[in-house]
């Protein structure tokens, strides 16, 4: 199953353009994450309400990975050092997890390809075809449109149906 849509459809008439492009499947997400010891949050912020906080938060607290948080305008975010860019880093991050809107993911796939970190997962709601196809010439794995936090949750148990913790990570029912 993939993502892309048909010309004709609704939804891809609001989006005003047809994506051709397709990430890493499900079973691919779940080994980039499995694998992962350390992520940077790019345009991480320090306004709790943002979801670069939420998912910064979740990190910190649901995962062993290693949370880097990268702002050139914030000293600290969520109770750590946060770094203006890729390049001041303790170290080359697993994953470079993004927070910025559309155009600026060109810039920010040639910083990570700049560091040699391998993953750039470009969070929900962002897309950006021809820097995905950039990254993933260059060998860089490219995650596009999707939350690390949900994912993360969803390959580990974590999301909830009524408060239940289903440990379901498809949409198929057991036994079928």
């Known amino acids: 199953m993939t993502c892309e849509l048909p010309s004709s459809s609704p939804l891809a008439k609001l989006l005003k353009s047809q994506r051709t492009w397709v990430g890493p499947s499900a079973r691919e997400r779940q080994a980039i994450l499995r694998s992962a010891k350390s992520v940077a949050v790019v345009g991480a912020s320090p306004n709790p309400s943002r979801s670069s906080s939420f998912v910064g938060t979740y990190l910190q607290q649901s995962t062993d990975?290693?949370?880097?948080?990268?702002?050139?305008?914030?000293?600290?975010?969520?109770?750590?050092k946060a770094y203006p860019d890729l390049a001041s880093l303790p170290e080359v991050p697993d994953i470079v997890d993004v927070f910025r809107k559309a155009a600026d993911i060109p810039s920010v796939v040639d910083e990570v390809l700049a560091i040699g970190a391998k993953t750039i997962w470009v969070q929900l709601g962002i897309y950006h075809e021809e820097a995905a196809r950039h990254g993933e010439e260059q060998g860089l794995t490219v995650v596009m449109d999707r939350c690390m936090k949900v994912e993360h949750a969803r390959f580990n148990g974590g999301l909830n149906l009524m408060g239940f913790d289903t440990g379901v990570i498809t949409a198929k029912k057991a036994g079928r």
């Open 65 to 80: 990975l290693r949370v880097y948080f990268v702002n050139p305008r914030a000293d600290t975010i969520l109770g750590q």
